[in-house]
């Protein structure tokens, strides 16, 4: 939402659907401030100035280092868990690699709708990063199989995944397991890295809004502006984010898209009260 529709040191044309946006293809690369607008610093060292900003950078999802993997996504490798993929999975087993939360709830889900799931994580205690009711459904559910110290090494499967070959990685035993499908939940780093301590983050670096934001600015040091009232504005007045870059997104295509357009109302409420 830039002030300025011909930003400086850019080239931008006029979008043609969007009357009056200007769409400019640019990388930014800082967040600075001036006299109460926000400054976006671009990498061909142009800038860009606005009254409101909408981060909706997105994140990188972690992938396996596995051979072959990457021919199978889409079709038996997956990065989400919902009806959708479970349908595609049938009565099918499948195999789930992570052991965080996002796993757990992947687990505990699809093994309603599987004939089994092979749950995979690298270390040994499944309630080092999971939360304690998931850890419960899991070791009590009759298709569930828990593979700890697990870390996968191969994929074989034509068109489709067919099985996978895991090793112990303290002990060096490989196992083949016949699954149809894989599900990848190992994290995720969003593209923040360039927002440096500008805002408020969470430990792993997606952007905080709303009131998960007001705790760090009563911690001072993040305090740019007043304390927002809106769910999708970040610790600096002005600012909201949207998407898989928010801390707590549902990282999903639907969810991003309706942030965006929640981030436009919360703008012109902003716009309303300064
Ligand atoms: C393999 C895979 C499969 C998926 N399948 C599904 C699915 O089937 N259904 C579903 O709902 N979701 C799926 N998702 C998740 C879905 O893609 C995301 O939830 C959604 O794209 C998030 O939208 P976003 O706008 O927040 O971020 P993104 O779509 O990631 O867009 C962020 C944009 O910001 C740009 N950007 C980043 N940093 C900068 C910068 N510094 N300057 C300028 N531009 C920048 C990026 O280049 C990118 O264009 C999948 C994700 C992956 C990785």
Known sequence: MADTPQPVGVSARTGQKFTGA????????????????HVLQLADGGEIRARAVVLATGARYRKLEVPGIEALEGRSVYYAATNQEARLCGTDPVAIVGGGNSAGQATVFLADHVSHVHLLIRGHD????????????????????????????????????????IEDNRTGDKARIRVHALFVFIGATPHTGWLTDAIALDDHGFVLTGVDAVPAREDGNQRLGAPPSRTLETSRAGL???????????????????????????IHEYFERS
Do not use: C, W
């Open 22 to 37: 200007a769409l400019v293809s640019a990388e930014v690369t800082g967040l600075g401030s001036d006299g109460g607008h």
């Open 126 to 165: 499944l309630g080092k990063s999971m939360s304690r009711y998931l850890v419960d459904q899991i070791e009590r559910h009759p298709r569930v199989t828990v593979h700890r110290n697990a870390e996968i090494r191969e994929v074989h499967g034509n068109k489709n995944l067919e099985e996978i070959a």
């Open 240 to 266: 909201f984010a949207a998407g898989d870059v928010r801390s707590g997104s549902v990282k999903r295509v639907a969810s991003a898209v309706g942030e965006g357009a929640m981030a436009v109302r919360q």
